[in-house]
């Protein structure tokens, strides 16, 4: 023991990571843009109520907040939006606002123009995936009418005088529009219900002088992504028919297909927003590559010879995006004592340059945990990816054993990472640890690993998640009377799943989680409507009932608290309200809290500080030794 450190309960550790700048610190950097030296980047403002502004670096350095309030660039396509705004000639943008969904037209110096019609429906032409070529933005629209939804690919002129023309109809959804060089073929990837784009896709060309298509690669079974064009003849496109997210090159009509470099390594993640290609051509025809198992690096690869060279820069791992305009590259990094942030890399020299930090101030180094990348049998004998972030405090120690919390990420289909998170830090430092679990279902561990989860959802999740817990007491990590569980969205069905199934947990923690399954196929958003029947089966009430966590409330005997945007279209608030109520009928101690005007994922400061110092006095509570 150091001795400036004294010995305090665990979970009262004193912290100068407080819930308000929590709250204020996450700025949400997304899809970056570089262009002849200039970025631009997406960025949140959780201090105006989670608003999302485009950001633009010049060549200068100069940074500049394109969008004053009350602009908002968000698209709503498919409820999880992506890419919100395109760079236009001449330095403008056009992105989506986020409360009428219309595109606008920015150029310097004048005001916000829109360039697409008023919909019959508030906000019911939403755009997504924006490509700008000759004078147009090419993008996928989705038309929400009478009661349903569809979408296209259409092409809006930039002057804003003409109806958006519809090119690409007939799927259910489209993805990862590129156009040739020649401006003669529209390359995209599509998929139909009840399909995901991780279960399977198509990657089709559709020749723009007559409208004639045809597929190219992928299928049911298979996950196509992120065409690009190598020449007007050939593409490059990410499938994982192989088992995993691997980059091939192939001929215009789908002939002379060639991996580029096999690994048993992911090249691509889950596309559950649009608009992020994971891999970027260069101008002298490499490709710029992020690849591996859980996080990924960067690299080059050349694609005549195969090598492929990891670059050497200072980030553990990166998100699933990248931009160039030819020499130079931009990406979020990340690490684990480095936030989130927009780095720019000269391919030439291999110098990367850190231009903007989804954190602004981090507190002292001492206060943060080291996080340890760990493998747990499951009950199965399946090998379970997680990451341990022990307590961490200069000024404090506890005596034997600490509290832990067992981390559950959403989608299901998503991955935990090993970047900085103060979030976590705000619970280490005042001595609770976390793990950070990737149960079967996760991606980033080849497809087998995430098809663990196919018809097992509420099974796999649930024993992965208690193999952990069982695993931080069997290590001596934890103390077993004193390990919660916490989740949001897909990791709120597992958190109450768990608690349903399990005394391992001394306390549960939902943020908009589902409780139940018919209501959720019933009410929920078109791209996730028809996901359950691969995660769980068709609808069966005696299936359902023996896997959703309101058919099996009997089973929870430890507190819980429920956390729940009242806005929310992905997991609306009937869900959680309705497992508040069961757990009250049988006296089982529960607290919901809910927001208003909040959606699926936090986005305001004073939501998520409130949000978090609820969830530190619950756990404070129920970890009283």
């Given at each position: 023991?150091?001795?400036e450190?004294?010995?305090l309960?665990?979970?009262?550790?004193?912290?100068?990571i407080?819930?308000?700048?929590?709250?204020?610190?996450?700025?949400?950097?997304?899809?970056p843009?570089?262009l002849?030296?200039?970025?631009?980047?997406?960025?949140d403002r959780?201090a105006?109520?989670?608003?999302?502004?485009?950001v633009?670096?010049a060549a200068?350095g100069?940074?500049?907040?394109?969008?004053?309030t009350?602009?908002?660039?968000?698209?709503?396509?498919?409820?999880?939006?992506?890419?919100?705004?395109?760079?236009?000639?001449?330095?403008?943008?056009?992105?989506?606002?986020?409360?009428?969904?219309?595109?606008?037209?920015?150029?310097?110096?004048?005001?916000?123009?829109?360039i697409?019609?008023?919909?019959?429906?508030?906000?019911?032409?939403?755009?997504?995936?924006?490509?700008?070529?000759?004078g147009?933005?090419?993008?996928?629209?989705?038309?929400?009418?009478g009661?349903?939804i569809?979408r296209?690919?259409?092409?809006?002129?930039?002057?804003g005088?003409?109806?958006?023309?519809?090119?690409?109809?007939?799927?259910?959804?489209?993805?990862?529009?590129?156009l040739s060089p020649?401006?003669?073929?529209?390359?995209?990837?599509?998929?139909?219900?009840?399909?995901?784009?991780?279960?399977?896709?198509?990657?089709r060309?559709?020749?723009?002088?007559?409208?004639?298509?045809?597929?190219?690669?992928?299928?049911?079974?298979?996950?196509?992504?992120?065409?690009?064009?190598?020449?007007?003849?050939?593409?490059?496109?990410?499938?994982?028919?192989?088992?995993?997210?691997?980059?091939?090159?192939?001929?215009?009509?789908?002939?002379?297909?060639?991996?580029?470099?096999?690994?048993?390594?992911?090249?691509a993640?889950?596309?559950?927003?649009?608009?992020?290609?994971?891999?970027?051509v260069?101008?002298?025809?490499?490709?710029?590559?992020?690849?591996?198992?859980?996080?990924?690096?960067?690299?080059?690869?050349?694609?005549d010879?195969g090598v492929?060279?990891?670059?050497?820069?200072?980030?553990?791992?990166?998100?699933?995006?990248?931009?160039?305009?030819?020499?130079?590259?931009?990406g979020?990094?990340?690490?684990?004592?480095?936030?989130?942030?927009?780095?720019?890399?000269?391919?030439?020299?291999?110098?990367?340059?850190?231009?903007?930090?989804d954190?602004?101030?981090?507190?002292?180094?001492?206060?943060l945990?080291?996080?340890?990348?760990?493998?747990i049998?499951?009950?199965?004998?399946?090998?379970?990816?997680?990451?341990?972030?022990?307590?961490?405090?200069?000024?404090?120690?506890?005596?034997?054993?600490?509290?832990?919390?067992?981390?559950?990420?959403?989608?299901?289909?998503?991955?935990?990472s090993?970047?900085l998170?103060?979030?976590?830090?705000?619970?280490?430092s005042?001595?609770?640890?976390?793990?950070?679990?990737?149960?079967?279902?996760?991606?980033?561990?080849g497809?087998?690993?995430?098809?663990?989860?196919?018809?097992q959802w509420?099974?796999?999740?649930?024993?992965?998640?208690?193999?952990?817990?069982?695993?931080?007491?069997?290590?001596?990590?934890a103390?077993?009377?004193?390990?919660?569980?916490?989740?949001?969205?897909?990791?709120g069905w597992?958190?109450?799943?768990?608690?349903?199934?399990?005394?391992?947990?001394?306390?549960?923690?939902?943020?908009?989680?589902?409780?139940?399954?018919?209501?959720?196929?019933?009410?929920?958003?078109?791209?996730?409507?028809?996901?359950?029947?691969?995660?769980?089966?068709p609808?069966?009430?005696?299936?359902?009932?023996?896997?959703?966590?309101?058919?099996?409330v009997?089973?929870?005997?430890?507190?819980?608290?429920?956390?729940?945007?009242?806005?929310?279209?992905?997991?609306?608030?009937?869900?959680?309200?309705?497992?508040a109520?069961?757990?009250?009928?049988?006296?089982v101690?529960?607290?919901?809290?809910?927001?208003?005007?909040?959606?699926?994922?936090?986005?305001?400061?004073?939501?998520?500080?409130?949000?978090?110092?609820?969830e530190?006095?619950?756990?404070?509570?129920?970890?009283?030794?």
């Amino acid at each position: 023991m150091s001795p400036e450190q004294v010995v305090l309960p665990y979970a009262t550790w004193p912290s100068p990571i407080s819930s308000t700048g929590v709250a204020r610190s996450g700025l949400r950097l997304g899809f970056p843009t570089v262009l002849g030296g200039e970025v631009w980047w997406t960025e949140d403002r959780p201090a105006e109520g989670g608003r999302t502004t485009i950001v633009h670096r010049a060549a200068d350095g100069a940074c500049r907040e394109l969008l004053a309030t009350p602009w908002s660039a968000r698209t709503r396509v498919h409820e999880y939006g992506g890419r919100s705004y395109a760079v236009v000639p001449g330095g403008g943008v056009v992105f989506a606002n986020l409360t009428d969904q219309r595109l606008y037209l920015l150029l310097p110096g004048a005001e916000p123009r829109p360039i697409t019609p008023v919909p019959d429906q508030e906000a019911g032409l939403r755009y997504a995936d924006m490509v700008v070529h000759d004078g147009q933005i090419w993008c996928v629209q989705e038309r929400h009418h009478g009661g349903g939804i569809s979408r296209s690919i259409v092409s809006v002129p930039l002057h804003g005088e003409d109806a958006p023309r519809e090119r690409v109809s007939g799927s259910d959804f489209y993805a990862g529009l590129a156009l040739s060089p020649d401006g003669k073929h529209l390359a995209y990837i599509c998929w139909d219900h009840p399909r995901m784009p991780w279960n399977g896709t198509e990657l089709r060309i559709t020749r723009l002088a007559d409208g004639a298509s045809w597929r190219v690669k992928g299928g049911p079974s298979e996950s196509v992504l992120a065409p690009q064009w190598r020449d007007d003849r050939h593409l490059y496109l990410i499938s994982d028919w192989s088992g995993w997210w691997n980059l091939y090159r192939v001929g215009l009509h789908g002939t002379s297909l060639q991996a580029l470099h096999p690994l048993e390594e992911e090249f691509a993640g889950p596309l559950w927003q649009l608009g992020g290609p994971p891999y970027q051509v260069l101008a002298d025809g490499r490709i710029a590559v992020l690849h591996g198992r859980g996080d990924p690096r960067l690299g080059v690869l050349d694609p005549d010879s195969g090598v492929l060279t990891d670059l050497e820069v200072p980030y553990d791992g990166w998100e699933q995006v990248l931009t160039s305009d030819g020499r130079v590259l931009a990406g979020i990094g990340y690490g684990a004592t480095a936030p989130r942030s927009i780095v720019r890399v000269d391919t030439a020299t291999g110098r990367a340059e850190e231009l903007r930090r989804d954190i602004g101030e981090l507190p002292d180094p001492a206060y943060l945990p080291l996080v340890r990348a760990v493998e747990i049998e499951s009950r199965s004998g399946h090998r379970v990816h997680a990451f341990v972030y022990p307590p961490s405090n200069p000024r404090a120690r506890g005596d034997g054993a600490p509290p832990y919390v067992v981390f559950v990420h959403g989608g299901p289909t998503g991955r935990a990472s090993g970047a900085l998170d103060l979030e976590k830090a705000f619970f280490t430092s005042r001595g609770i640890g976390v793990l950070d679990l990737n149960y079967g279902g996760s991606t980033g561990y080849g497809r087998a690993y995430r098809d663990r989860l196919h018809g097992q959802w509420g099974v796999v999740d649930v024993d992965d998640s208690i193999a952990a817990a069982e695993w931080l007491a069997a290590e001596g990590l934890a103390d077993p009377g004193r390990i919660a569980i916490r989740g949001g969205s897909a990791g709120g069905w597992t958190v109450m799943a768990a608690c349903c199934t399990s005394g391992a947990f001394a306390g549960g923690v939902s943020y908009y989680g589902v409780s139940a399954l018919a209501p959720l196929i019933a009410t929920t958003h078109d791209f996730e409507s028809r996901y359950v029947e691969w995660l769980v089966g068709p609808a069966d009430p005696v299936l359902y009932g023996s896997r959703e966590p309101l058919g099996r409330v009997a089973g929870v005997s430890c507190p819980m608290l429920l956390l729940q945007g009242l806005s929310d279209p992905v997991v609306p608030p009937a869900q959680s309200q309705a497992f508040a109520e069961a757990l009250a009928e049988r006296g089982v101690p529960c607290t919901c809290l809910t927001f208003e005007g909040e959606a699926h994922g936090f986005r305001r400061a004073e939501t998520r500080s409130a949000a978090l110092a609820t969830e530190l006095a619950f756990y404070q509570q129920i970890f009283r030794s």
